[in-house]
């Protein structure tokens, strides 16, 4: 089995003016692809763990019986797919209100304002690539934080529910070095709260 790029359920214009059509395509076709493409290649000869679920490898990292080199790859590579293809997922043109995630938002950081704020400053002040996320924790409680690289909560036990981009590959072409707009904008289109 080989991992392949999800279907984009909407256009590479479709986000703009927030997210630019050209940033959209080369994230989409050129880095999501290229994660995918090294994640397959990484499990190629190991057949049991292309059968697993990528959540399941990325759990138990430390205990596959695989190569340092294909451990860092299937780190690298697995997260990249799957942090991407949650990231497609949660954005779109049109608010799609999740009224219970947004109530659960509202009680554990007082208000969606509030949540927003937290989660931007995460993002903003994370150094270098990686990702701001909102997660379920091992007690079932929202938290957030963020990760480097193409980290996945994953491997903290911890279920993604939203996930921000900072690496400058998501945003370089239209906002150059200033990643807070970018962030501001992406409220924008975040479908879900
Ligand atoms: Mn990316």
Do not use: C
């Amino acid at each position: 089995m080989k991992y392949e790029l999800p279907p984009l359920l909407y256009a590479y214009d479709a986000l703009e003016p927030h997210i630019d059509a050209k940033t959209m395509e080369i994230h989409y076709t050129k880095h999501h692809q290229a994660y995918i493409d090294k994640l397959n290649t990484a499990l190629e000869k190991y057949s049991e763990l292309q059968e697993r679920p990528l959540e399941d490898l990325l759990k138990n990292l430390s205990n596959l019986k695989v190569d340092e080199k294909d451990r860092t790859a299937i780190k690298n590579h697995g997260g990249g797919h799957l942090n991407h293809s949650l990231f497609w997922q949660i954005m779109g043109p049109r608010k799609e209100p999740d009224e219970e995630l947004i109530k659960e938002v509202e009680a554990e950081f007082g208000s969606i304002d509030n949540f927003k704020k937290l989660f931007s400053e995460a993002a903003a002040n994370h150094f270098g690539s990686g990702w701001a996320w909102l997660v379920r924790n091992e007690d079932n409680k929202l938290q957030l934080y963020s990760l480097p690289n193409q980290d996945s909560p994953y491997s903290k036990n911890h279920t993604p529910i939203i996930g921000l981009d900072v690496w400058e590959h998501a945003y370089y072409l239209n906002y150059q070095n200033r990643r807070p707009e970018y962030i501001e904008a992406w409220w924008n289109v975040l479908k879900l709260i």
